[in-house]
C-alpha cells in the first residue's frame, strides 16, 4: 500500500468516515471506523496531515491526533461545502474535506486548548442560564398579568413579584395559582443564583490569566468580554491587523459588490456573534458616558459621530474600534494606553 500523505476525517458521534490518498493525489484508503478505533487507527500510521471540519468535538480529536504525532488542520464546514461532488454522504464529506485541506488558499481554525474549551463553556453555560432566566421571568409576569398584577420592568418589578407570589397573606389570587407560581419562583431564585456562582468562577479565571487582565484595560471591555476574547481567539497573529479580526467577528458591513462599484449594508451575521454582541453591549456603555461628555478619551469621535449617525450605527462603529484595540493588545502583549489611540 502507497504511503499515506493526507486524510480526510468526517467525525461523528459513533460512525467515523476515513478518506486518505498518497502523494500523487490517488485513493489509498476508504474506510469507515467506530468511535473505540479511532485512536488505535491513527497509532499505526505515519505521521500525515489530518483535515476535519471544525465543530463541538473536532478539537478534542484534533488534541488527539496531534499527540500521535499527526498534523491537524480544522476547516469551516462552509468552506468545505464547495469541494463537495454531487449526492452528500459520509464517503463524500470525507474526500471533500481531503481535497480542501490540501487547498493553499484554505482558512484553518486553530485548535483549542481544553482550559479554553472549558472557559468557553462557562460562558455557554452563563448564557443558556439567562436564556432560562428571561423565560422564567416573561412566564411569571404573564401569569400575574391574569390577575391584574403588573409591575415596571428590570430587576425591581420582578423582586416584587417574585415577594408577592412567596408572601401568602395578600390573597391577590387563589391559592391553586399560588402553588403554581411557587415552583416558577424558586426556579427564578435558583437561575439567579448559578449565574452569579458562574460570573465569580469566570472572575476568578480572568483574574489568573494576564493577557484577560491586559484587555480589561480597554475602555468597555470588562473580566466577561475579556475572558470569552482570550478563550475564543486562540493565536492573534494569525490576523493581519485589527481591521481583520473585526471582520471575523462580524462587525463590518455586508458587501453586494459588482462591477467596481461597491455596495455597504448592514453589518452582518456571519461572524462570532457571541462576541459581537459582548463588543456592542460595551459600546453602547460607553456611548451612555460619550453623550454626557463623559468617558475614555477614545470616545471622543464616537460622541461626534452620534451627531451624524443613529444610535446602533455609532455603537457598532465603536465597537469595530473596540475589536481592532484588542488585537493590537493582544498581539504587542501590552496594555491599552488611552494617550497612544487618542493620537
Known amino acids: 500500500m502507497s504511503e499515506i500523505i493526507t486524510i480526510g476525517l468526517d467525525i461523528a458521534k459513533n460512525v467515523f468516515q476515513v478518506h486518505g490518498i498518497d502523494g500523487s493525489g490517488g485513493i ?8 473505540g478505533e479511532v485512536v488505535g487507527f491513527f497509532e499505526k500510521l505515519e505521521p500525515c496531515l489530518v483535515g476535519m471540519e471544525a465543530c463541538a468535538t473536532s478539537h478534542y480529536w484534533a488534541r488527539a491526533l496531534m499527540e500521535l504525532g499527526h498534523e491537524v488542520k480544522l476547516m469551516p464546514p462552509t468552506y468545505v461545502k464547495a469541494y463537495l461532488k454531487r449526492q452528500k454522504n459520509d464517503a463524500a464529506d470525507a474526500e471533500a474535506i481531503c481535497e480542501a485541506v490540501t487547498r493553499p488558499t484554505m482558512r484553518f481554525v486553530p485548535v483549542k486548548s481544553a482550559e479554553q474549551q472549558g472557559v468557553l463553556m462557562l460562558h455557554r453555560s452563563r448564557e443558556l442560564l439567562i436564556r432560562q432566566r428571561t423565560m422564567l421571568i416573561n412566564g411569571l409576569r404573564a401569569h400575574l398579568a391574569e390577575f391584574g398584577i403588573v409591575m415596571r420592568q428590570g430587576i425591581g418589578g420582578v423582586s416584587t413579584l417574585m415577594t408577592l407570589v412567596e408572601d401568602d397573606e395578600h390573597g391577590l389570587f387563589p391559592e391553586i395559582a399560588r402553588e403554581a407560581l411557587l415552583s416558577l419562583v424558586a426556579q427564578l431564585r435558583d437561575a439567579y443564583d448559578r449565574i452569579s456562582m458562574i460570573d465569580r468562577q469566570i472572575l476568578v479565571w480572568h483574574r489568573s490569566n494576564e493577557e484577560s487582565r491586559r484587555l480589561e484595560t480597554i475602555p468597555g471591555i470588562g473580566p466577561i468580554t475579556a475572558s470569552a476574547m482570550v478563550a475564543t481567539i486562540t493565536d492573534p497573529t494569525l490576523f493581519h491587523s485589527g481591521r481583520d479580526l473585526a471582520a471575523w467577528i462580524g462587525l463590518v458591513p455586508r458587501q453586494n459588490s459588482s462591477g467596481g462599484k461597491e455596495r455597504l449594508g448592514h453589518i452582518s451575521k456571519k461572524g462570532d456573534s457571541y462576541l459581537r454582541r459582548l463588543l456592542i453591549t460595551g459600546a453602547i456603555a460607553m456611548l451612555r458616558f460619550a453623550r454626557n461628555g463623559q468617558g475614555a478619551r477614545t470616545t471622543q469621535w464616537a460622541a461626534s459621530l452620534l451627531s451624524r449617525k443613529p444610535y ?10 473596540m475589536a481592532r484595540i484588542v488585537w493590537a493588545v493582544m498581539t504587542r502583549q501590552e496594555e491599552f494606553r488611552p494617550q497612544l489611540a487618542a493620537s
Not at 28 to 35: G, H
Request: glycine letters at 0%.
Open 312 to 321: 446602533k450605527v455609532a455603537a457598532a462603529a465603536l465597537a469595530n474600534k
Open 28 to 35: 489509498v484508503i476508504r474506510r469507515k471506523l467506530r468511535r
